[in-house]
């Protein structure tokens, strides 16, 4: 009778196992319908018609075709993260995070000379021309505001919505003490830092006793203040039309001119490239003392209680910790970076206005900061890369470019949750230093 009934219960374990596969299959089928419905619904008012310019009036034309391929790409992709159960977002995350964690910060050590070295040299390589220049220049300006974002709230922990502010302050006062006294470039960048800084330290008074979604609502609105006082007070700032006709950076006391000019001077053949040139090692400088200032303040003491705020303000109170001044510091010198930036920018454009400093762009320096992982330097670098030099490599796809950005940050944010590095070095160990993953680490509301 035993012997008899094994079987029957096998074929009734195989039989339910079966059962449960199909199951499952038609589960993931259901949910991967809906969800090409719900990209079928949102599509039509974005993909399906177009407007184009006719000799006589605008023509409305429709794009069926596009609306189907994004449909069944939506049913495709989410039919496969259905059906591959073991390997979950958070799985995944914290795999590839064990795996980068012995490895990561010995890469960086090495790539890190290597990609200085070709930042060095890359204005003289065969492909840089004009608009590759200008685009280094561009990433290099987002890499250092990421780098100074990063001190606030990859060390610190504290969530600011608002540092564009501190990028306008750097901007403005730049332009404004050339105007009005004739500073140079490089007289007015130092005193562009420290107005910046102070600026940062009247933001962290008011924000001492607030944490999490409290803190990212005020310093949202404080970079909100900052963009209408620069419209309204149009005897200071010019307003909407703001300020035009700023000074170049001088090399030398050499301007980059047609006669008379650096060119002239070194019995050169006058290029615009010079130019260009001499503004890109300059960013590449600024972002270059950013990383090794942050670097520096990370070993010291400063940069411990930083991460310590980071991880858990009440246990950094109880060690006496002092939170206030904590804070403050890295209010003060993620905003002087931002600062120096902002000053860059300004003589870099020749023009400034309210426009170029809305919260889109707080938002971007935010996400470079939060994808390539909160904390580390050479991630960050590698996301202001992604996300700055490659929406510029689709440029040519107009609208689509938009949407594979789209795309490519809902499989970061499913895969990579953390960041592309989502590992912790700890500054000071006592014997072996190792990376910890984020998964293993509290998260911190400061």
Same mark, same amino acid.
């Given at each position: 009778?035993?012997? %008899?009934? &094994?079987?029957?219960?096998?074929?009734? /374990?195989?039989?339910?196992?079966?059962?449960?596969?199909?199951?499952?299959?038609?589960?993931?089928?259901?949910? %991967?319908?809906?969800?090409?419905?719900?990209?079928?619904?949102?599509?039509?008012?974005?993909?399906?018609?177009? /407007?184009?310019?006719?000799?006589?009036?605008?023509?409305?034309?429709?794009?069926?075709?596009?609306?189907?391929?994004?449909?069944?790409?939506?049913?495709?992709?989410?039919?496969?993260?259905?059906?591959?159960?073991?390997?979950?977002?958070?799985?995944?995350?914290?795999?590839?995070?064990?795996?980068?964690?012995?490895?990561?910060?010995?890469?960086?050590?090495?790539?890190?000379?290597?990609?200085?070295?070709?930042?060095?040299?890359?204005?003289?390589?065969?492909? &840089?021309?004009?608009?590759?220049?200008?685009?280094?220049?561009?990433?290099?300006?987002?890499?250092?505001?990421?780098?100074?974002?990063?001190?606030?709230?990859?060390?610190?922990?504290?969530?600011?919505?608002?540092?564009?502010?501190?990028?306008?302050?750097?901007?403005?006062?730049? #332009?404004?003490?050339?105007?009005?006294?004739?500073?140079?470039? !490089?007289?007015?960048?130092?005193?562009?830092?420290?107005? %910046?800084?102070? !600026?940062?330290?009247?933001?962290?008074?008011?924000?001492?006793?607030?944490?999490?979604?409290?803190?990212?609502?005020?310093?949202? &609105?404080?970079?909100?203040?900052?963009?209408?006082?620069?419209?309204? !007070?149009?005897?200071?700032?010019?307003?909407?039309?703001?300020?035009?006709?700023?000074?170049?950076? /001088?090399?030398?006391?050499?301007?980059?001119?047609?006669?008379?000019?650096?060119?002239?001077?070194?019995?050169?053949?006058?290029?615009?490239?010079?130019?260009?040139?001499?503004?890109?090692?300059?960013?590449?400088?600024?972002?270059?003392?950013?990383?090794?200032?942050?670097?520096?303040?990370?070993?010291?003491?400063?940069?411990?209680?930083?991460?310590?705020?980071?991880?858990?303000?009440?246990?950094?109170?109880?060690?006496?910790?002092?939170? /206030?001044?904590?804070?403050?510091?890295?209010?003060?010198?993620? #905003?002087?970076?931002?600062?120096?930036?902002?000053?860059?920018?300004?003589?870099?454009?020749?023009?400034?206005?309210?426009?170029?400093?809305?919260?889109?762009?707080?938002?971007?320096?935010?996400?470079?900061?939060?994808?390539?992982?909160?904390?580390?330097?050479?991630?960050?670098?590698?996301?202001?890369?992604?996300?700055?030099?490659?929406?510029?490599?689709?440029?040519?796809?107009?609208?689509?470019?938009?949407?594979?950005?789209?795309?490519?940050?809902?499989?970061?944010?499913?895969?990579?949750?953390?960041?592309?590095?989502?590992?912790?070095?700890?500054?000071?160990?006592?014997?072996?230093?190792? &990376?910890?993953?984020?998964?293993?680490?509290?998260?911190?509301?400061?």
């Amino acid at each position: 009778m035993a012997d %008899a009934a &094994a079987p029957t219960g096998s074929r009734a /374990t195989i039989r339910k196992a079966e059962l449960t596969l199909a199951d499952r299959v038609a589960a993931a089928i259901r949910d %991967a319908a809906l969800a090409a419905g719900i990209a079928l619904v949102m599509s039509i008012p974005i993909l399906a018609y177009r /407007t184009v310019d006719a000799p006589t009036a605008l023509e409305l034309r429709d794009r069926w075709p596009a609306v189907g391929i994004a449909v069944a790409v939506v049913f495709a992709g989410r039919l496969l993260l259905n059906l591959v159960g073991g390997l979950t977002a958070r799985r995944f995350a914290a795999g590839t995070a064990s795996l980068a964690a012995p490895w990561f910060s010995s890469l960086g050590r090495l790539v890190g000379p290597l990609v200085v070295t070709f930042a060095i040299v890359f204005p003289f390589l065969p492909f &840089a021309d004009r608009y590759i220049l200008d685009l280094g220049v561009l990433v290099l300006t987002y890499v250092m505001l990421g780098w100074g974002l990063n001190i606030v709230v990859g060390l610190a922990g504290l969530l600011d919505l608002g540092y564009v502010a501190f990028y306008a302050v750097g901007a403005y006062s730049y #332009a404004l003490l050339a105007h009005h006294f004739g500073f140079s470039f !490089w007289l007015c960048l130092p005193l562009a830092g420290i107005l %910046a800084a102070f !600026w940062g330290i009247l933001l962290g008074f008011p924000v001492l006793r607030l944490r999490g979604d409290y803190l990212a609502i005020v310093t949202l &609105a404080f970079g909100e203040i900052i963009r209408l006082v620069l419209i309204n !007070w149009q005897s200071l700032t010019g307003g909407p039309n703001g300020i035009s006709g700023i000074p170049r950076p /001088t090399l030398l006391g050499l301007e980059f001119k047609l006669e008379g000019g650096f060119a002239d001077y070194f019995g050169l053949e006058y290029s615009s490239l010079h130019r260009i040139i001499f503004l890109y090692y300059i960013i590449l400088a600024l972002a270059l003392v950013t990383n090794a200032v942050t670097i520096r303040l990370r070993r010291l003491p400063l940069g411990r209680a930083w991460e310590a705020l980071r991880e858990d303000e009440i246990a950094c109170r109880s060690l006496g910790i002092n939170t /206030t001044t904590t804070k403050l510091t890295a209010f003060a010198i993620g #905003a002087m970076f931002g600062g120096f930036a902002g000053s860059f920018f300004a003589t870099k454009q020749g023009f400034i206005s309210p426009e170029s400093f809305v919260f889109l762009e707080s938002a971007l320096i935010l996400a470079i900061v939060v994808l390539g992982g909160m904390g580390s330097q050479l991630s960050v670098a590698m996301a202001a890369l992604i996300m700055i030099g490659g929406v510029e490599l689709f440029r040519d796809l107009e609208l689509f470019r938009m949407l594979m950005f789209g795309l490519a940050m809902v499989a970061v944010m499913i895969w990579r949750p953390r960041g592309f590095v989502a590992t912790r070095t700890p500054s000071i160990v006592l014997k072996h230093r190792g &990376a910890i993953s984020s998964d293993l680490v509290k998260e911190g509301r400061g």
